[in-house]
């Protein structure tokens, strides 16, 4: 009997030793090797014996079950036919838009009892916390798609009240690009990949997309904001949400004040520039997720507050534009946000599939003392959310999907469907019945009721004209920006349309900048080298010239003025300042900010009094667009070595070129020659010469960038 193929018919010889034959050693893990040498870890416990699904104990989770060692596979083998069974069937369709989202669990705590305007349980009782969980996410990029890129922000949150959940899924910018549900299909058939060549995707710097917007006029307020730094948002925790749509509040007698839900971070709003975000992207696609991760792991809870627009129907019929027309917001100058709780997100899902993807939104899921209004937009989300949880989840039953299941008692008379976990007990399926008078019933009392508005009118497809004017709050967000904001969302125009292959539509867009501001529109056109300037588009209504700026709309102008919860890259060397290290990180934990080490090797630094400094980053893949500012501890030998890198002469020429604060020590110099930027140090660069630098440097970094160094 050859020794390859121990069985033969006739003469089975007993069964081989079932253990593993050979205890081997990998430094940390014991193992040990199978007859193929195949490494096997057996369970120590018995709780920790492997099962298959149906729960059968497995003996070797290696090898097929084969006739022979080199004999073919058994087709009777269960255990290997589930296991690549069930992997074959591991996806679900990801999201039709948003595909690409991080979920994070968390709560709202109430500040003050809203009964006047609400009789919602969950704004009832001063300090009560509810459940939360949050999904951020881009809208345009597949799943595995990268998170820097210039796009919108959703914010989904799910409260799960005492009365059921309630779903405030929002975005980051709080209007959007069109006014009737009808054109989402085409503008998100435009945003995302062609279907002849399957790209560009996660991205609308192309000609489809630019091509739907210059004919679709009512998208240009929209338009201001995605070419805004509000598209490329440092953090998910440094962003604002919004409801967008007009809701109504509904108290107990029945009184219906209109609403506008705006979600305000506590760490302040703040944005990377476009150069860097596209560098991001190639270093850590990751960086949004990894950033929520990072803070949450290390006990620094994002946290919002939520504010409300409150309005009652005569503002609405007196305001310059119509309440239901999601194209349009309302100047926090002119309804104040009324902050009334706060959202703490605290606590990483378990498992992002189980969760993260899982979760299902549905605008529809409201709770007595909330509703919704006429807004078109919102309308048609209410139909699109149910519709796409099936496609996407499977079935009926998602609300059985832990995640998505409501935290208070539920009881209803639906039944069965796919995956169905909890069905109605007993003979009554049905209501009214005279089987089960214990079983749910309607009640007045606590039910939802709709708010009775009085609606009328011819059935046509019709816009109001209410909605008709599309460039005057474009202007009016372009006039509010700094002139730093003013030109990033020039050049992001100009990014954008240099990448337009079909002149036209380049030039139908600038028709519409002439609408907005002829400035923007003349420096748009010059940098696309354009010869002559178009005329202005035609407009259904013309643009108020009169609307007063907002400086809410601006991101510069509401700086934290803190450097919380950002990070410093510390690029150091062997040799470097160990005490001035100690300095700088005692001042940063101060702040409240993160330090990473970068150096030339992972394995981290000696500094001259013989110190071993952890490095989190090897100077390749630790460039400076991955933290808020930086600093450079070096010693003179260990900067001459590094000015010989490529990565190190980029971490300083990239922090510069992105207005970061840069602190350094002057062994540092020559790398700056290398560089070449010796002579372009400014006042948003700190030489750490004596103690009080490292608090002048940590004290600058609280305006987060260092705009004057603008061109
Ligand atoms: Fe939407 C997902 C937000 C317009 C239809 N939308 C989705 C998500 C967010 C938003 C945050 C991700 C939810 C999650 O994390 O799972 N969508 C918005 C906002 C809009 C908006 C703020 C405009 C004000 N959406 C919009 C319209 C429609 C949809 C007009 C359709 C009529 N949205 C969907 C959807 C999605 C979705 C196709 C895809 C995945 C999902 O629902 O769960 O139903």
Known sequence: MSKKDSTTHGNVPAAPNRKPYKQAKFNDQHVAFGRGGE?????????????????????????????????????????????????????????VVHARGYGVHGFFELYEP????????????????????????????????????????????????????????????????????????????????????????????????????????????????????????????????????????????????????????????????????????????????????????????????????????????????????????????????????????????????????????????????????????????????????????????????????????FHHLQQDGHMAMHNPKGRVNYEPNSHQPGGPRESVEKGFHSYHANENGEKDRVRSESFADHYSQARQFYLSQTPVEQKHLADALIFELSKVEIEIIRVRMVSHLLNIDENLAKTVAEQLGMRQMPKAADAAMPTRMDLQQSPALSILKNGPDSFKGRKIGVLMSDGADGQLFEALSKAASQEGAIIEVVAPTIGGVITKDGKHVKAQQKIDGGPSVLYDAVALIVSADGAASLAKMPAARDFVTDAMAHFKFMAYTAEADALFVAAGIRTKLDAGCVLLNQDKAVNDFISKCRMLRFWERTP
Request: with cysteine.
């Open 39 to 95: 490494v096997h870890q057996t369970a120590d416990h018995e709780h920790d014996i492997m099962t298959t699904q149906q729960g059968t104990p497995v003996s070797d989770d290696q090898n097929t079950l084969r006739v022979g060692a080199r004999g073919p596979a058994a087709l009777e083998d269960f255990h290997f036919r589930e296991k690549l069974f069930h992997f074959d069937h591991e996806r679900i369709p990801e999201r």
């Open 114 to 409: 809203l009964t006047k305007y609400s009789n919602a349980d969950i704004l009832q009782r001063k300090g009560e916390k509810t459940p939360a969980f949050v999904r951020f996410s881009t809208v345009a990029g597949n799943k595995g798609s990268f998170d820097l890129a210039r796009d919108v922000r959703g914010f989904a949150v799910k409260l799960y009240t005492k009365e059921g959940n309630w779903d405030i899924v929002g975005n980051n910018i709080p209007v959007f690009f069109i006014q009737d549900a009808m054109k989402f299909p085409d503008l998100v058939h435009a945003a995302k990949e062609a279907p002849d060549r399957a790209f560009p995707q996660a991205q609308t710097a192309h000609d489809n997309f630019w091509d739907f917007i210059s004919l679709m006029p009512e998208s240009m307020n929209m338009v201001m904001w995605i070419m805004s730094d509000r598209a490329i948002p440092r953090s998910f925790r440094f962003m604002e949400g919004f409801g967008v749509h007009t809701f109504r509040l509904v108290n107990a007698d029945g009184k219906s004040t209109f609403v506008k839900f705006h979600w305000k971070p506590k760490l302040g709003m703040q944005s990377v520039v476009w150069n860097e975000a596209m560098k991001i992207n190639g270093a850590d696609p990751d960086y949004h997720r990894r950033d929520m991760w990072q803070a949450i792991e290390m006990g620094d809870y994002p946290e919002w507050e939520l504010g409300m627009q409150l309005f009652d129907e005569d503002f609405a019929s007196k305001f310059d534009f119509d309440v239901l027309d999601a194209t349009k917001l309302i100047p926090e100058e002119e309804v104040p946000v009324k902050i009334v709780g706060r959202l703490v997100l605290d606590r990483l899902v378990d498992n992002f599939f189980a969760e993260t993807e899982q979760v299902a939104f549905c605008t529809q899921n409201i709770v007595p003392g909330v509703d919704f209004t006429n807004d078109p937009l919102l309308q048609g989300r209410n139909f699109s959310y149910l519709d796409t949880q099936v496609k996407r989840l499977g079935g009926p039953n998602f609300t059985h999907i832990p995640v998505n299941a409501p935290k208070c008692p």
